[in-house]
C-alpha cells in the first residue's frame, strides 16, 4: 500500500536532510520531486498542484528557513497537508436515535460491494450491534447466494427473496424483517453495473425513497485509480453519497484514487479494506495513512490489532514467564500462532516505524514462509523437547530436521535465537538491559 509514493518521498526527505540549511530553490527542487511523485502514483492533476501549492506557502516560511531541523519541518508540513488531503479525522457512520439504522452499498459491479457488505457487518458485530444483512441485488443472482453464504459463516442473518422481485420491494420488505428481529443496524446490498447508466441511477434513487438511508456508502476498487474518482462523482451527483469505502488497499502500491477521491468527490472515506479475509476491514484514519505513506508506520493500529487476537490471561501467564525466565518453546510457539491471526507479516511491517522499507527488500510471502517453517520445526519436537531445549542433541536435531522438511543447520539457527532470546529476558530481568527492549517482552 503506497509503496511507491512512500518510496519516492523518502528519497526526498533524505536529500533534504543532506542540505542542512535550505533555500528557496532547495524547496523548490524538492516539491519538484513530490510533484513528479504523486503524478506517477497516479494522483489527479488538481489534487497535486493544491498539495504542492499549500505545502510550498508553509514551507517558504522563516519557521522552516531558520529553522535548525528544516528537513523535518518540511515532513511534518507534509504530514499534516496528507491529512487535510485525506479529510481530517475519523468518519464514524451515523447514528439515529431510533434504531435500526440504514446503510445503502452501492457501487458497480467488480468492486467488492457484496463481500465489503458483509465485512461491514462483521465490524459492526464486534462493535456490538445486531446487524441485519439484505441481499437486494437482484440483477445477479450469484450475489444473493454469495451474500447468504457469507452470513452463514460470520453468524448474521440475511434477508434475501426470489430476484424476480423488485429491488424496491425486497428493501421495504428486508426493513419490516429488521423491525421483527430487533435488529439495530440493516445493511442493504443493492445492484451494480459495469458502468454508470441512467437506469441504474434511476433503480438505486427509487430504493433509496424506500430505505431513506442514515448512510448511502459507494464501494470502490482503489486499483482502478481516477476510475474509482470518477465513478465517486457521478453516484454522488444522483444519489448523494455520505461516505466511501476503498476495497484493494492492499494491492494498491500506487494510492491515487485514496488521496484524490475525498479532495475531488468531497465525500468522506470511512472504511478501506486491506485483503481478501472478512476481518481484513478497517475504519479509515486519514493521520495513520498519512503516518505509513512518510514510513513512520501505524502503531496505534497494530496495537488495536494485538488487543483483539491476543488472549488477555496467556498475555498475564507470559509476563510471568518472562519475569522468572522460563519461557520455552512451547510459549514461543504460541507467541507465532498469536502473530499470524493479526493478519499478513508484510502489512504489520507497514504498521511498524521503519519496518516496511526492509519488509519490502524481501520476496514476496518470505516472512509467511519463514514463520511455517520455524512452526514445523518446534512441532516436530517432542513437548519435552520443547519445555528444555538444551536436551536437544545431534541426533534429535537429525529427526527433528526430517519430520520438518528442513536441515539441521536450520534446527542450530531456530536454537541458537531462541537461546540468545532466552539471555536477553534474563538479563532484563535483573535489569541489565534498557527498559525499553523489555518493553518487547511485556
Known sequence: MFEVLSEKIGNVYRLLSNRGKLTEKDIDDALRQVRLALLEADVNFKVVKDFVSRVRERSI??????????????IKIVNEELIATFGDGESRLASPSQPPSVVMMVGLQG???????????LHLKHA????????ADNRRPAAIEQLVTLGK?????????????????ICAHGLAEAKKLAATCVIVDTAGRLHIDEEMMAELEQVK?????????LVVD?????????????????VSLTGLILTKMDGDARGGAALSIRWVSGVPIKFIGIGEKVDAFEPFYPDRLASRILGMGDVLTFIEKAEQTLDEQKAKELQKK???ASFNLEDFLEQLSAIKKMGPIAQLADMLPGMSKIASRLPDGAQEEQLKK???????MTPQERQTPNIIGGSRKRRIAQGSGTRTHDINQLLNQFSQMQKLMKMGVRGKIPKNIMGMFR
Open 153 to 169: 459463516q460470520l453468524d448474521v442473518p440475511v434477508y434475501n427473496e426470489s430476484p424476480s422481485v423488485a429491488s424496491k420491494d
Open 374 to 380: 520455524v512452526e514445523a520445526m518446534i512441532l516436530s
Open 61 to 74: 516560511g522563516k519557521e522552516v528557513l531558520e529553522s535548525i531541523t528544516p528537513a523535518q519541518q518540511i
Open 322 to 324: 518472562v519475569k522468572t
Open 128 to 135: 456490538g450491534q445486531k446487524p441485519l444483512l439484505v441481499a
Open 222 to 238: 482503489a486499483m482502478t485509480g481516477q476510475d474509482a474518482v470518477r465513478a465517486a462523482e457521478g453516484f454522488h451527483a444522483r
Open 111 to 121: 468492486s467488492g460491494k457484496t463481500t465489503t457488505a458483509a465485512k461491514l457487518a
Open 209 to 217: 425513497k424506500v430505505l431513506k438511508p442514515d448512510e448511502v456508502l
